[in-house]
């Protein structure tokens, strides 16, 4: 049994076939770990949020930020982008089965020395209180009525983490840490429109995972959402997101050897 990590798909379906078909994968033998934002910008969202629902417990999947506007926009608690390519989704037959099953899926997972997550983790946190505050977060997308989690998701308020933050400031802060985060200073307070490259961060920010002391180096930390950073392998980071749907490359790396298997995305 092999399980392959794959970046982020967003609605990039054939390019995640060709991936599947480099890496020799078994449906019955192996399994997939998706970083997240399964959906939206590529042309084919209905079809890839299908086909990774319908691989049961041989995906595990985390939600990223574009996976969360498909929710919170199909709830009417968001408009539609120019350039989103959610209009297939929000207008299939099994529309609310999709999206009871994405609602459904996690914001972390954690396994053996790895833990996955889409976007990042604030320095401060260790794994396994990061786990405990997805679980928080989870509960409350998970509500039989999730719209007043919908309504007070959204905003870059507060930038920080504190213990004793309670309701909705609590909840934010753990959504955009592992939904958007790419930068935080050393105290961990985020910043959210830096979304270009290494050598232009502002002053006084890091990457989350450069933080010295980060308390989460315990493990490696499987995530995409950063294309600008492309593909970074290293003890304590597999960061997954090459921009496909920019007509880069789909990455995926087994986990058990770190093998690394890419497919071109040009023409998405």
């Known amino acids: 049994m092999a399980t392959y990590a794959i970046g982020d798909l967003q609605g990039c379906f054939d390019p995640l076939e060709r991936l599947l078909d480099a890496c020799s994968f078994s449906a019955s033998r192996d399994r997939l770990w ?10 084919a969202s209905l079809e890839t949020l299908r086909f ?4 049961g417990d041989r995906a595990v999947v985390v939600l990223g930020n574009h996976d969360l ?4 926009a199909a709830a009417g608690f968001a ?20 999206l009871d099953w994405l609602r459904s899926c996690p914001l972390m997972h954690v396994e ?11 320095p401060q946190w260790t ?8 679980h928080e977060a989870e509960a409350a997308l998970r509500r039989k009525d999730p719209t007043r989690f919908y309504r007070h998701m959204y905003g870059n308020q507060p930038a920080r983490w504190d213990d004793d933050l309670q309701d909705w400031d609590r909840l934010r802060v753990i959504v955009n840490a592992m939904t958007r985060l790419r930068i935080c200073t050393a ?40 294309s600008a950073l492309a593909l970074r392998v290293e003890p304590q980071l597999l960061a997954l997101d090459t921009g496909c749907v920019w007509g880069r490359e789909l990455a995926a790396v087994r986990l058990e050897d770190r093998k690394l ?4 995305c040009r023409g998405v």
């Open 261 to 264: 298997y890419r497919v071109s």
């Open 187 to 226: 105290d961990g307070e985020m910043e959210f429109s830096h979304k270009g490259e290494l050598d232009d961060i502002p002053a006084g920010y890091m990457p989350w995972f450069a933080v010295p002391g980060r308390r989460s180096a315990t493990h490696t930390v499987v995530c995409g959402h950063w």
């Open 52 to 55: 990774v629902r319908d691989l």
């Open 112 to 122: 053996d020395e790895y833990a996955m997550v889409h976007a990042g983790l604030l």
């Open 127 to 134: 794994i396994e209180q990061s786990m405990e505050l997805a």
């Open 79 to 98: 408009k539609i982008h120019r350039g989103d390519t959610l209009d297939d989704i929000l207008a299939a037959p099994d529309r609310d089965q999709l």
């Open 34 to 43: 998706f970083v997240g934002d399964l959906v939206n910008r590529g042309p």
């Open 69 to 72: 506007h498909l929710l919170v």
